[in-house]
């Protein structure tokens, strides 16, 4: 069954770019769209994006002028760039398989990584 | 931009039945997905396309969604299923999340 394992740095400088990378396995990252997701300590769920094997992307109207997503489907995995990075973007960050067909939802999600932003 | 509007919290005895609602505009026009939380761990999808049943889930939950309401309800409700409940739905291309129920069983 297809796993995700997040990996990237878990303190981020203000300014600066957050980077997170998430590897699929047990799967074909060609087959589902990826998402990313983050959560502010104590609050909800925020989409963040979403990208498919082809590279095509849809994004958070808030946050499309910082971010950018990405594909390797030679190594299996995708990124997140997030740029000009501040406090409020301290948060676990997610992400999650999402079910090509109308309506499916995220069903399987890698195992979250803190991000703060701090000097 | 689309909202979802979750009540904060809603309490319920073991044994009996629960209803979070997700209200939005027309969301009844629109799909529907249930996750639950639990403190500490990473969403699991429970509910899809307004009523589905996410691999593994017990039959206990159920989904609808109609009008402006999507409710979830969880009948009999365990002890082990206090948790926050997210709804989410799409908004075009992008998606959107309620801001989350936390229920309480006691």
């Known amino acids: 069954q297809v796993q995700l394992q997040q990996s990237g740095p878990g303190l981020v400088r203000p300014s600066e770019t957050l980077s997170l990378t998430c590897s699929v396995s047990?799967?074909?990252?060609?087959?589902?769209?990826w998402s990313w997701i983050r959560q502010p300590a104590g609050k909800g769920l925020e989409w963040i994006g979403r990208i498919f094997a082809s590279g095509t992307t849809s994004y958070n109207p808030s946050l499309k002028s910082r971010l950018m997503m990405s594909v390797d489907t030679s190594k299996n995995h995708f990124s997140l760039k997030l740029t000009s990075v501040t406090a409020a973007d301290t948060a676990v960050y997610y992400c999650?398989?999402?079910?090509?067909?109308?309506?499916?939802?995220?069903?399987?999600w890698g195992q979250g990584t803190t991000v703060t932003v701090s000097s | 931009s689309y909202e979802l509007t979750q009540p904060p919290s809603v309490s319920v005895s073991p044994g009996q039945t629960a209803s979070i609602t997700c209200s939005g505009d027309k969301l009844g026009d629109r799909y529907v997905c249930w996750y639950q939380q639990k403190p500490g761990q990473s969403p699991v999808l429970i509910i899809y396309q307004d009523n589905k049943r996410a691999s593994g889930i017990p039959e206990r939950f159920s989904g609808s969604n109609s009008g402006n309401t999507a409710t979830l309800t969880i009948s009999g409700t365990q002890v082990m299923d206090e948790s926050d409940y997210y709804c989410q739905a799409w908004d075009s291309s992008t998606v959107v999340f309620g801001g989350g129920t936390k229920l309480t069983v006691l």
């Open positions: 047990g799967g074909s990252i060609s087959s589902s769209y």
């Open positions: 999650a398989r999402v079910g090509a067909a109308a309506g499916n939802g995220m069903d399987v």
